[in-house]
């Protein structure tokens, strides 16, 4: 079935530690992101990428990093410097970043807790 | 970073009534999507509306994209115990490099028998 995978579903970080989220997908979609889910709130946007080798920080990515080395795979790492990781992180794709009208699917998410 | 007033925040409604609930920005936007999210889930996209006063049905689900681009609607009609979830509206933006969107805050829907 083509779409959105991420994994693990659950992930537990111990203080100091850096841990990577996986998201792929196989709709052959050029454009990925990764939001951030808070209890209460809507998602906020941590980075995205148009293109293989390609990305940009959204409006919380401190404490994160990504990397886009191929078209489906898009991971993301938490690392020591965010000091509130504790979240529901959620991995989405478009056809195209660079036209206006194409909407983003999402993965099932992967919740961060801290040990 | 910016996110839209939605409301209302949460709603009891008994199985059968009809549901209405709203987006309002600041800001102007080209795309107008709403999404439903169940627990544990990701959010599951309803309905996408693309031009000012764009009126779109999905089954129970009707949306509206406001004429001043800067609001948006979503009613669902003779609601079911399945519509339980929370739904999120988001404006999506193209800045000519990227698509962005904004997203609400959530509507939690509850629906009683």
């Known amino acids: 079935d083509g779409g959105i995978t991420q994994s693990p579903k659950y992930l537990f970080r111990k203080e100091g530690q850096n841990v990577t989220l996986s998201c792929e997908q196989n709709?052959?979609?050029?454009?990925m992101y990764w939001y951030r889910q808070d209890p209460g709130q809507g998602l906020r946007l941590i980075y995205y990428?148009?293109?293989?080798?390609?990305?940009q920080k959204g409006d919380i990515a401190e404490g994160y990093s990504v990397s886009r080395e191929k078209k489906e795979s898009f991971p993301l790492t938490v690392t020591s410097a965010q000091k509130n990781p504790t979240a529901f992180y959620l991995c989405a794709s478009s056809i195209d970043a660079t036209q206006g009208n194409q909407p983003q699917h999402f993965g099932d998410g992967t919740r961060l807790s801290i040990l | 970073g910016q996110q839209l007033n939605q409301s209302p925040q949460s709603m009891f409604i008994q199985e059968g009534e009809d549901v209405s609930m709203n987006c309002t920005s600041s800001s102007i936007f080209n795309t107008w999507l709403w999404y439903k999210q169940d627990p544990g889930e990701g959010p599951v996209l309803l309905i996408a509306l693309y031009k000012a006063g764009e009126l779109t049905s999905n089954g129970r689900l009707t949306a509206q994209f406001g004429i001043t681009r800067k609001d948006s609607f979503l009613n669902i009609s003779a609601s079911i115990p399945s519509d339980v979830g929370i739904y999120f509206c988001?404006?999506?933006?193209?800045?000519?490099?990227?698509?962005?969107?904004?997203f609400g805050t959530g509507t939690r829907l509850q629906v009683t028998l």
């Open positions: 709709l052959n979609h050029d454009a």
């Open positions: 988001a404006g999506q933006s193209f800045t000519g490099t990227a698509s962005k969107l904004t």
């Open positions: 990428s148009q293109i293989v080798n390609d990305f």
